[in-house]
């Protein structure tokens, strides 16, 4: 994995959560309802955090291997997009209940990007 790729992705998941949560703050809180808009919260705030780890990671490019860039990246889009899904399709009457189970998911690959990364400190 490249500086390049790594700071390119933080950066992209960023310019996104700061869209979404846009998006959430204006144009969803006017139809979700406010246990909605909060998951749908959750997940543009996970994004967001995940995303400046792997600014910092990326400009301290010694610090992260491969498997620690894989864990985050794949951690955000399977936990905050399947979050964005139940969310807006739970507006839209035909929730996707195939995305729950997946959230957890993504949720462990964040957790175990973490523990790479405590675990490649030593």
Request: hydrophobic content about 55%.
């Amino acid at each position: 994995m490249t500086q390049q790729i790594i700071i390119a992705t933080g950066a992209l998941f960023g310019m996104l959560s700061v869209i979404f949560g846009a998006f959430g703050a204006h144009a969803l809180k006017k139809i979700l309802s406010k246990d909605q808009l909060h998951s749908f919260e959750v997940g543009v705030k996970y994004q967001m955090y995940h995303a400046i780890v792997l600014l910092v990671l990326g400009f301290n490019f010694e610090k992260i291997t491969s498997i620690i860039y894989w864990c985050f990246t794949l951690g955000i889009i399977i936990f905050s997009f399947s979050i964005y899904g139940l969310v807006l399709s739970d507006f839209k009457g035909k929730k996707m209940r195939f995305l729950g189970p997946i959230t957890p998911i993504g949720g462990l690959l964040l957790i175990i990007g973490w523990l790479l990364l405590i675990i490649n400190t030593f």
